[in-house]
């Protein structure tokens, strides 16, 4: 069968345009699997453990309320505090949620003498809060996060006069956190967290992603 000169420059035609189209496809599947592999990398990880110690510990101030303001101050009361101590565990469901949960340990002391008398009091404080955490912004490096979290409180008041106090924290216990944590080397990282957690308004310590 004889082809025309413009029968071959339309085969001609048809074929550089289905080149262009093939290429065009590889490069939309090369294309898809960089970003599959790029969103595999965004969800760097599975699981969370941190350690933090908090900042400004609030249950102090149940202690001060606890003794007369003229005493404490005649007494030369003082008080001291171990803590808030916690430990966080969480697990990211999705590229942008996790959950988990969170143990804080608290121990505040208050000691001193009015009129002869030698008193001296302390407070524990054993919570176990669930927390989910919204991740605003996650890199290579850093993460950003707020979230919310509630659970159980176990408050035990104590003092060497053996006297009750009805003003015990109660067993309801929440927080509300904004966090951002940065890897100083590869699956260990410093983080902080503003808000109230586990008895503080501030929250530093170490965390590792695995």
């Known amino acids: 069968m004889n082809l025309s000169y413009v029968d071959l420059f339309s085969i001609s035609i048809q074929k550089s345009f289905m080149r262009k189209i093939i290429l065009l496809t590889g490069l939309m599947f ?29 249950w102090k101030s149940f202690l001060k309320d606890a003794i007369n303001a003229d005493v404490r101050a005649q007494a030369n009361y003082t008080i001291t505090g171990i803590g808030p101590l ?78 009750p106090s009805s003003n015990v924290p109660g067993e309801f216990g929440y927080s509300a956190q904004i966090g951002a944590s940065y890897d100083i080397i590869q699956h260990l990282a410093i983080y902080s967290e503003i808000g109230y957690v586990g008895g503080s308004f501030l929250q530093v310590g170490l965390c590792s992603r695995f």
Do not use: P
């Open 30 to 58: 090369l294309g898809l699997s960089e970003m599959c592999k790029a969103q595999s990398l965004e969800k760097k990880w599975s699981s969370k453990l941190a350690i933090g110690h908090g900042i400004g510990n609030v």
């Open 86 to 163: 916690n430990l966080i565990y969480e697990h990211q469901l999705y590229k942008k949620i996790s959950i988990g949960v969170n143990f804080s340990y608290s121990k505040v002391m208050g000691d001193g003498a009015y009129n002869g008398f030698v008193f001296s009091d302390q407070l524990v404080i054993i919570s176990v809060l669930g927390r989910a955490n919204y991740h605003l912004i996650q890199t290579r490096k850093s993460d950003v996060y707020l979230g919310i979290g509630g659970g159980y409180v176990h408050s035990q008041y104590q003092n060497n006069l053996n006297t």
